[in-house]
């Protein structure tokens, strides 16, 4: 009782008044949450369309997603929008449930299990690039739709093998559809599906195609008989529960294989995207890239057997990161009231965690607009802050699926930096538009030239 009342004498965080800033939020929540943390702090509350505690301090980051992550639940419309398309997926489910899901899908993501999928990164690339060789030099590409459709490629066939090709580009249209704001009208409409609006109407028929697309690789699977470890279908299927002996439902093998479909495509595709425009843009560093990867590989694909050879390009990979995030925030509900930064902070809250803000943290980072690999050197990393950086998330619900990311971002980028040039083209204009991943609003249209 005392406790509660400590809590009760303590102040609300600040924040702007009422409404303030609806304008800047829907314009770019992650730029505006950065200015409202310069602004007022590392705990700000925001009254818009919803309250929201944003929470920028990297010790109270790292309360609410390691030290008491059970009393940070996933319960706000983000997720609940989100459950409406990926089910109870391990990124939306919670509990009990979701410690057992995530117990059984841990082998599937060792680094050893992982390293295996090289072959399938390099020749998903290779494919691509031999469209490239093919394109006029004043020819443009959309670099974004590129890396989207060969991340889809990559992640579809490691999970489901050569079975989804013929279906690849419906699956890829429907996740793009599932992939927007989840805060927009559009969006929230989804918790309503019985309403008989036109976005619902759209929505439902989208997933009910690719429900059944995803029943019949399963069925087809099953009908075949699981056949070992080729690919992760092979793996959920195969996989026991070490106490009852049961397997997944169909329900749960659906949920999961549409969460690693959209989680696994969209965000890497993206984070290579935006590796490459940013290389673009600062030819001192893509040339001593370029150099190492020449050095050590003299041409051929790297592999996850030689990345250590490869520093520079981890560290190109983690600055990237650091600036465009793919996802950009993380959303938590507190079950019970906080404390927070010598703020109380009310039980069931809307937290965000700007993962953009802390990543331009000037605490924490100098000079944070800069695009800097040599901040990811060996020692300057010793004395930062563990939970300032946070491209996959951290704690007990860290993305599962981050060795496979970080794998393949290298991977592709060392096939494509050894033999094209990807050049901007500067009449066309690059702005990020925070939807469920940090994309380009216009898309990043480039040329490639063969080096």
Not at 174 to 193: C, E, F, G
Not at 362 to 371: A, G, I, N, V
Not at 381 to 406: K, Q
Request: aromatic share 8%; with cysteine.
């Amino acid at each position: 009782m005392m406790q509660n009342n400590k809590k009760a004498e303590l102040p609300l965080p600040p924040g702007p008044p009422l409404w303030a800033g609806i304008q800047d939020y829907w314009r770019g929540p992650p730029q505006y949450f950065e200015k409202l943390t310069q602004t007022y702090g590392n705990v700000v509350r925001w009254r818009g369309m919803f309250t929201l505690y944003i929470i920028n301090n990297p010790d109270d980051v790292r309360q609410i997603l390691t030290q008491d992550y059970p009393r940070f639940i996933k319960n706000t419309i983000d997720y609940r929008v989100l459950a409406q398309s990926l089910g109870q997926g391990l990124v939306t489910s919670e509990g009990a449930f979701w410690q057992q899901q995530r117990k059984l899908m841990q082998p599937m993501f060792t680094n050893r299990t992982v390293n295996g999928f090289d072959t399938i990164i390099n020749a998903m690339t290779a494919q691509m690039l031999q469209r490239w060789k093919q394109r006029s030099p004043n020819e443009t590409v959309q670099l974004d739709r590129e890396m989207g459709h060969v991340a889809f490629q990559i992640v579809s066939r490691a999970l489901l093998g050569a079975d989804i090709d013929q279906y690849s580009q419906q699956i890829v249209e429907i996740l793009k559809i599932i992939n927007t704001n989840p805060q927009t009208l559009r969006a929230m409409l989804t918790l309503l599906p019985w309403l008989p609006v036109p976005s619902n109407r759209h929505f439902l028929c989208m997933k009910k195609q690719l429900d059944q697309i995803v029943h019949e690789l399963i069925a087809r699977r099953r009908k075949q008989g699981v056949v070992g470890d080729n690919d992760m279908l092979d793996r959920l299927l195969a996989v026991r529960d070490a106490k009852t002996g049961e397997g997944m439902s169909e329900t749960q093998l659906r949920d999961e294989i549409v969460t690693l479909l959209l989680a696994g495509h969209e965000t890497t595709g993206t984070a290579i995207a935006w590796t490459l425009y940013l290389l673009s843009q600062h030819p001192q560093v893509e040339a001593q890239l370029v150099a190492e990867l020449n050095s050590v590989l003299c041409g051929a694909p790297a592999t996850s057997s030689n990345l250590a050879q490869l520093p520079y390009l981890k560290q190109v990979m983690q600055e990237s990161l650091r600036l465009y995030p793919p996802i950009w925030a993380i959303a938590r509900q507190n079950t019970e009231s906080i404390v927070l930064g010598g703020y109380c902070i009310p039980a069931k809250s809307y937290l965000v965690i700007p993962i953009y803000s802390l990543h331009r943290h000037r605490d924490h980072w100098s000079d944070p607009e800069k695009f800097d690999p040599d901040r990811f050197a060996p020692q300057p990393e010793v004395s930062r802050h563990s939970y300032c950086y946070l491209p996959f998330s951290a704690g007990p619900r860290t993305c599962i699926g981050a060795n496979m990311a970080m794998l393949e971002i290298q991977l592709v980028l060392a096939q494509v930096l050894q033999r094209f040039r990807v050049i901007p083209v500067a009449e066309h204009p690059v702005e990020p538009v925070a939807e469920i991943t940090f994309k380009p609003r216009y898309g990043l249209v480039v040329r490639v030239n063969a080096r």
